[in-house]
């Protein structure tokens, strides 16, 4: 959930002193910083000023400082505590600061937000993966550690053969991905699974029960079939020692290059050694030589240090100046490559039979997995649902725009993924046309969340090369692309760097780690605001590359004031579609995550309802459907079941649930409604006899204790 905070009363810090100023009221949406209508040039840094790494680290110092005063601006309570993370200055004095979130002491999972300053220090608005006040019973678990281990070895699905990954492998944190934060465990689970025999998975379980809550992969990868090939012949930074060189890149935070030697990924350190020679010529082309494999790891980090320093003043994967280590021939027949932000490393295999045994240390691949430690610095996106695509298709962008940035004429850039690596199709995954692998999806669906995150990440894949390159048949480094969409529209793109620079601003100030794909539009369409202005060609194009894989509408076009058409289903002679919501938020409009199939809450038919407010803070929500046919015969009605639970008590309507049609109130229900389960309810639908209308219901909650409203099996007759 990724709904925007609108301050009572804005009072921050001004970072660069250290002071508590106070802010007039603001919207977060009104009051960000934009450049003035049609101003389409680029800003440097996608807007963000460069800082050298003592200033960065002061202005976190300062934003430590200032957390407790922040955190009770933003509402949270006595036992939540702040923890500044970074720290982004736009060109104009703009701040951007990002904050994880504790409880109690325990981890916040779902608990962090990015707090945007005025030049002043007056706070303009925020950005929350969970909104509002984390409230929970208790922080006493019924279940132990011990316990905890052992359901998610239970829960586990991404690894085989899963057993608890040993001595402190669950923690206790609070789980605040949902509407309702929970106590749980984060535990580690190990088995065989697409990292190789040592892959991890980390499974939340509720910590009362021990029911499983979420579950997802620690290693971010990248797996192929086919030949890899060498970066060719580059120039590489090493360090001369005494009388011979060591691979270790003083231009680039000190990134050293080391040869795991075949050392298990369980622990890749184990007879690591570092790579050295008398002369400072490396490798000879081909996997006979240890070194090549070694050349092109610090080729392609070389490149993507280069590249998000050249384009966006980020000095290394977590803008601190330092270079994260690296460890190729990892493993034995190890068809793959991934980051590992807990020890602040990546790793590289050999490949095996499949691709001829050819080292997975391609210019893209290496650039993708560093990319992975840049998300996680920053947005740090779950690696579990549309997140998770995001996560991935984060890698796949900056990987791609890496390759553009790098100009090797043995590696020209294009928009296909691993490409050099010699796959059956040709590539791993295509930004024009995800879905021509066969498995990755190119326009979201509402099943798109529980898809394997490297194939939904088709989705953000999809949305970039429409951005950037629009629509229609291309050839781009040698290779064939064709920009089709999702509803048969044609548009132009605004070039490559525009759409990085639009989609990092998004990922660095306003993602949290449960962004989603209708969040990441919202990210995206400010981000393009604060570039290149809300009336801009650049926005307007945006959204349309969103509209074309299915994600929103496209805004009006700023040229003509004429909104855009977008393609719309006739219901068929149905009064309403996906009543029970069976099929997820198909013929659905919702302005949050309102539908859902979480255990958290119970449906009354099937799996999926809709869960309305909860939040205990104040916050109003929408659900609706347009184009509904309702019978022109009889004496039509609305029937749906309504479930209400809350904190308040007494009769007073605090928190209220209103049913509209076209706009009109017709039914209204809130706190005071509250029972033990559903109930179902009717509403007379007479006065719209053979029309066509939008049904809606709206909620609203106070800003005090919280009201749940859950809804299901709707249906017109």
Same mark, same amino acid.
């Given at each position: 959930?990724?709904?925007? $905070? ?60 200032? !957390?407790?005063?922040? !955190? ?60 509002? &006040? ?60 697409? &990292? ?136 034995? $027949? ?219 509408? !496209? ?117 005071? $409604? ?44």
């Amino acid at each position: 959930m990724n709904r925007k $905070n609108a301050l009572a009363a804005a009072v921050a810090a001004a970072l660069a002193l250290g002071t508590v100023t106070v802010a007039a009221s603001q919207s977060t949406a009104a009051t960000r910083a934009v450049a003035a209508a049609g101003d389409s040039t680029a800003r440097p840094g996608a807007g963000f000023q460069a800082m050298t790494a003592d200033a960065r680290s002061e202005a976190i110092r300062t934003a430590d400082r200032n !957390a407790a005063a922040t !955190a009770g601006e933003l509402g949270l309570g006595p036992a939540e505590r702040l923890v500044a993370k970074d720290v982004l200055v736009d060109v104009d004095g703009t701040r951007h600061v990002r904050y994880d979130r504790t409880y109690d002491g325990l981890s916040v999972i779902g608990g962090d937000l990015v707090v945007h300053l005025a030049r002043d220090g007056g706070i303009t608005g925020s950005d929350l993966a969970h909104q509002g &006040a984390i409230r929970i019973a208790g922080t006493t678990p019924k279940l132990t550690a011990a316990d905890a281990s052992a359901a998610a070895v239970k829960h586990a699905k991404h690894v085989r053969n899963p057993k608890a990954g040993g001595k402190d492998s669950s923690t206790l944190v609070v789980y605040a991905v949902g509407k309702t934060p929970v106590l749980a465990y984060r535990s580690t689970v190990t088995g065989a699974g697409e &990292a190789g025999p040592a892959s991890r998975e980390a499974v939340i379980v509720d910590a009362s029960s021990g029911a499983p809550l979420d579950r997802y992969e620690l290693h971010q990868n990248v797996t192929g079939t086919g030949n890899g090939v060498t970066a060719g012949q580059v120039s590489i930074e090493t360090t001369q020692s005494g009388s011979g060189y060591t691979l270790t890149d003083p231009a680039h935070g000190g990134t050293i290059i080391y040869d795991s030697y075949h050392s298990p990924q369980s622990n890749p350190k184990q007879n690591a050694r570092t790579f050295s020679r008398t002369t400072n010529s490396w490798g000879n082309g081909t996997t006979s030589s240890r070194e090549s494999a070694a050349v092109d790891a610090s080729y392609g980090l070389a490149e993507t240090w280069d590249y998000y320093k050249e384009s966006f003043n980020r000095s290394g994967i977590r803008n601190d100046g330092r270079g994260a280590p690296a460890y190729v021939h990892v493993d034995t $027949n190890l068809l793959n490559a991934f980051y590992d932000d807990d020890c602040f490393c990546m790793f590289f295999g050999d490949g095996s039979s499949q691709n001829g045994n050819t080292p997975l240390t391609t210019l893209d691949v290496a650039s993708h997995e560093m990319s992975h430690g840049v998300t996680a610095a920053t947005a740090d996106l779950t690696y579990s649902g549309e997140s998770g695509g995001l996560n991935e298709a984060t890698s796949d962008i900056f990987g791609t725009m890496v390759e553009f940035h790098a100009g090797n004429a043995g590696d020209p850039g294009d928009y296909y993924i691993g490409e050099k690596l010699n796959m059956s199709g040709g590539y791993m995954r295509r930004m024009d046309n995800p879905s021509a692998d066969g498995t990755s999806l190119s326009c979201w669906t509402s099943g798109a969340g529980s898809v394997d995150v490297h194939h939904s990440s088709g989705i953000g894949n999809h949305f970039f090369y429409l951005a950037a390159e629009g629509t229609g048949a291309k050839t781009i480094g040698g290779r064939s692309h064709n920009g089709t969409t999702c509803n048969n529209d044609t548009f132009s793109g605004i070039g490559k760097d525009k759409a990085a620079a639009v989609w990092y601003r998004a990922l660095s100030a306003y993602m949290t780690s449960t962004t989603n794909y209708a969040g990441a539009r919202t990210a995206t369409l400010q981000a393009a605001a604060d570039l290149y202005g809300a009336n801009s060609q650049e926005r307007y194009l945006v959204s349309k590359a969103w509209a074309a894989v299915s994600v929103g509408t !496209a805004l009006p076009d700023p040229g003509t004031g004429t909104p855009t058409p977008s393609p719309t289903t006739p219901p068929s002679g149905n009064a309403l579609t996906n009543g029970s919501f069976e099929q997820g938020t198909g013929s659905w409009t919702q302005s949050d995550d309102i539908i859902t199939n979480s255990t958290l809450q119970a449906a009354r038919d099937g799996a999926w309802y809709a869960w309305m407010m909860g939040y205990g803070a104040a916050a109003v929500e929408s659900l609706s459907q347009s184009n509904i046919a309702v019978p022109a015969t009889g004496a039509p009605k609305l029937t749906f079941w309504l479930k209400v639970t809350t904190q308040e008590s007494g009769f007073t309507a605090y928190d209220t649930l209103k049913v509209k049609v076209n706009g009109t109130t017709l039914a209204t229900y809130s706190n005071a $409604n509250a029972g033990s389960g559903y109930v179902q309810k009717t509403v007379d639908l007479s006065p719209y006899t053979g029309q066509t209308v939008k049904l809606e219901f709206a909620g609203v909650e106070d800003a005090y204790l919280s009201t749940v409203f859950l809804v299901d099996a709707i249906a017109i007759g």
